[in-house]
């Protein structure tokens, strides 16, 4: 009967010395995580039955997510957007999903004390009919966009039935550990929401710009119409040679020096939407999704949660959702 009561109390004991230990960064890691609706995201000029439908597709996604994914040492802060113009041909929404870690407070004299970090570097963006990416695209002509196409860093490529986007360095580059977006689009019969613009096309866009400049301003013409001569000397190619997608340097926009190849350092491809892409169905329908895992690495729970997280994205059962 002894032995019992002495198992009891070092069993007591015990349990204590694991209730009373200092807060560590490694217990939180293995702490169970939880879920947190954040704030109701706005819906600009939505009409009523499509945010009904849309709010339904993103309620789909959470829980494809949310059943297939438990978070560790961390509370998921989820939210929605939703927006549109009556000119789209199908409306922008989003899912998005915060990752805000538990930390260890040392402002308290409780050393077992810990808190839900504020603000994270570490996100997922699942976004119906919208790429978020250097300019805006949308179901939708270029009526609102001052330059007259958009711009890719990288064209994409088809991996596993789905388009990789790119990855990139965001924020602070010179960090050791960097925080890096990581693109996906989910399309239909293998098509993209949007086409390049050739090359005559962008230096048509671009002698117009610098003639109406010029015109505005006679003061610029001695210094803007070399640019014009080698636009209008390029424009002499074959048909061929233009058209080729439109490759441009960043700091050529205002100027003309020629075209690079793809892949030079500061450099970016001339898209346009496709508004070909777009089926007949209800403005609410999802067409494609942009998918965005945007990770601070270096951080165990920023990269655990992460890596789970892309294992419950679906994207076929994503791909699935679409035209419906």
């Known amino acids: 009967m002894k032995t019992i009561f002495l198992c009891i109390a070092m069993v007591t004991m015990m349990d204590f010395s694991l209730i009373a230990q200092d807060c560590t960064k490694e217990a939180l890691r293995k702490q169970p995580g939880t879920w947190k609706a954040g704030v109701k995201g706005s819906a600009y000029h939505v009409n009523p039955t499509d945010l009904t439908r849309e709010k339904a597709v993103l309620a789909g996604i959470h829980k494809m997510v949310s059943t297939n994914y438990k978070p560790l040492g961390c509370e998921i802060t989820y939210a929605n957007v939703f927006s549109t113009e009556p000119y789209f041909l199908a409306d922008p929404y989003q899912y998005a999903m915060y990752i805000m870690r538990f930390l260890c407070d040392p402002a308290s004299s409780d050393k077992t004390k810990s808190y839900v970090d504020v603000s994270t570097p570490t996100t997922v963006n699942i976004t119906a009919n919208t790429i978020y990416h250097l300019n805006t695209l949308y179901a939708s002509d270029l ?10 860093r990288v064209k994409p490529v088809k991996m596993d039935g789905f388009y990789f986007l790119g990855e990139e ?31 005559k096309e962008y230096l048509l866009i671009l002698k117009k710009r610098l003639e109406k400049r010029i015109a505005e301003s006679s003061s610029e013409e001695k210094y803007l119409k070399p640019y014009l001569i080698k636009i209008d000397d390029f424009m002499k190619k074959s048909e061929a040679e233009l058209a080729m997608p439109a490759i441009c340097r960043w700091n050529d926009e205002e ?36 998918v965005v895992y945007k990770i601070s690495h270096g951080d165990p729970v920023f990269e655990d949660n992460m890596a789970a997280i892309r294992k419950a994205v679906d994207f076929k059962a994503l791909q699935n959702m679409l035209g419906k």
């Open 143 to 152: 009526r609102d966009d001052p330059r007259g196409y958009l711009k890719l």
């Open 255 to 290: 100027q003309f020096e020629g075209f690079v190849d793809e892949g030079t350092k500061g450099s970016f491809i001339a898209i346009k939407p496709n508004l070909e892409y777009y089926k007949k169905v209800p403005r609410s329908s999802p067409q494609f999704f942009s």
């Open 169 to 199: 360095v965001v924020g602070d580059s010179h960090l050791e550990n960097k925080i890096k977006e990581y693109r996906w689009l989910i399309t239909y019969d293998d098509k993209l929401p949007f086409s390049y613009v050739t090359r």
